[in-house]
């Protein structure tokens, strides 16, 4: 079962975040072969970070919210909540097998809240370049369909949001994103 989380910093948690890295890597480090994706969500300036972004594939929901809930940072107080959902990987690979490469141009995490009536559950076309992971977010049976999330490179953070049907969720967030990971 594969689950997206997303842990949101505390906005006074950053020398704490720093101070943790090292366990955070660590922490990490155990789940390399569950991992999808990962990498820290950046401010504007995109130099400091404000979350931390985890895809996996885990063996079931209670796995998954030990993954989150057990994290070295979480445990510190450096997050102000945490966003975990089961996801689907609608393109079947990891960011490692991404073929625009780990640099290059402005990556982003688009996160599509919604309830109701599914949307955006195909890979958009014409967009297959500039993914880097997409699926949509589901409730831990997968029976509900809560939104989709994102992944990928875009010019900028309006065409980041493009890539999601503007009125199917009652909020889309979009936040700098870039690769994480020890290298």
Request: hydrophobic share 40%; glycine share 12%; proline share 6%.
């Amino acid at each position: 079962m594969e689950f997206l989380c997303y842990h949101r910093d505390r906005s006074d948690s950053l020398a704490l975040r720093m101070e943790l890295l090292e366990e955070h890597w660590s922490y990490m480090d155990r789940f390399d072969k569950e991992m999808i994706a990962r990498g820290p969500t950046l401010a504007a300036d995109g130099e400091v970070p404000t979350g931390s972004v985890h895809i996996l594939d885990l063996p079931d929901p209670a796995a998954a919210r030990a993954f989150a809930f057990d994290e070295p940072g979480y445990q510190a107080g450096v997050y102000r909540d945490v966003l975990l959902r089961r996801w689907r990987n609608l393109l079947g690979r990891t960011m490692w097998d991404f073929p625009g490469g780990r640099t290059g141009g402005n990556r982003y995490l688009v996160l599509g809240l919604g309830a109701g009536e599914p949307a955006d559950l195909t890979v958009p076309a014409g967009r297959g370049d500039d993914l880097i992971a997409y699926g949509p977010l589901l409730s831990d049976d997968a029976a509900l369909w809560l939104g989709t999330a994102a992944l990928l490179r875009a010019p900028g953070p309006a065409a980041a949001r493009a890539l999601l049907t503007r009125d199917r969720y009652t909020e889309i967030e979009v936040h700098a994103w870039q690769f994480g990971g020890r290298g």
